[in-house]
């Protein structure tokens, strides 16, 4: 008989899907775009149709909007790295990542 899975999240799951700009380096300086399927204080969870290994740095700048401020839309510029990756739908691949930085963008 299997064990129910426990939650080992701290933090609040947002059922988000926003879009984000995603940057890595791999050999050069990639950037590209995805779409987030939820957004935590501490991670985030997208899809995208390129490979990235566990571990991987990567950068990604999405926009809260007021739903999640509960003021304006606010710009986040975030640095972390790639905790898991999953098969998904439609050749895409799922990415984990966990924050491990963040900055707020003025914008312009």
Do not use: W
């Amino acid at each position: 008989m299997s064990q129910p899975q426990q939650e080992k999240r701290a933090t609040r799951r947002f059922s988000l899907r926003l879009p984000v700009s995603i940057r890595f380096t791999n050999g050069g300086v990639h950037e590209f775009s995805a779409e987030t399927r939820d957004v935590s204080a501490r991670g985030v969870f997208f899809y995208i149709d390129r490979k990235l290994s566990e571990g991987s740095p990567i950068e990604f700048t999405l926009t809260l909007p007021p739903e999640i401020t509960l003021t304006e839309s606010i710009r986040v510029r975030c640095k972390g790295r790639v905790v898991r990756v999953e098969e998904a739908k439609e050749e895409r691949l799922g990415v984990g990542a966990v924050i491990d930085q963040y900055d707020f963008v003025a914008e312009v």
